[in-house]
């Protein structure tokens, strides 16, 4: 009877721990979507920026593929900056795991 109950505890521990591995997958997908998002607001953020300061000058003229250009090249400073952060954030992680 022991025997038989102790199966129990431990099937009930290897299902609590399948459920905890589900919801941690879960997490990280939605991590995922959350950093995806915040980078696409990011990107939105930036054309809208760089649309501004090139409007708040100018009336009629607008040089398009300049305004494009300076478009690009925000993104990639956001993008530098991004992976800056990351790897600063990767850095504590392992700092503190060790």
Same mark, same amino acid.
Do not use: F
């Given at each position: 009877?022991?025997? =038989?109950?102790? #199966?129990? %505890?431990? @099937?009930?521990?290897?299902?609590?721990?399948? #459920?905890?591995?589900? =919801? *941690?997958?879960? %997490?990280?997908? !939605?991590?995922?979507? +959350? *950093? #995806?998002? =915040?980078? *696409?607001?990011? $990107?939105?953020?930036?054309?809208? =920026? +760089?649309?501004?300061?090139?409007?708040?000058? @100018?009336? $009629?003229? +607008? /040089?398009?593929?300049? +305004? #494009?250009?300076? %478009?690009?090249? &925000?993104?990639? %400073? /956001?993008?530098? &900056?991004?992976?800056?952060?990351? @790897?600063?954030?990767?850095?504590?992680? !392992?700092?503190? @795991?060790?």
């Amino acid at each position: 009877q022991n025997e =038989k109950e102790l #199966q129990d %505890v431990v @099937k009930q521990q290897e299902e609590k721990m399948l #459920q905890l591995i589900d =919801k *941690s997958g879960e %997490v990280t997908r !939605l991590k995922a979507e +959350v *950093s #995806q998002l =915040k980078r *696409s607001l990011q $990107h939105a953020e930036t054309e809208a =920026k +760089v649309l501004w300061e090139e409007m708040r000058g @100018k009336e $009629h003229q +607008v /040089d398009t593929a300049y +305004v #494009q250009e300076r %478009v690009i090249l &925000r993104r990639e %400073v /956001d993008k530098l &900056r991004l992976l800056l952060l990351e @790897k600063e954030d990767e850095k504590l992680r !392992l700092t503190d @795991k060790y």
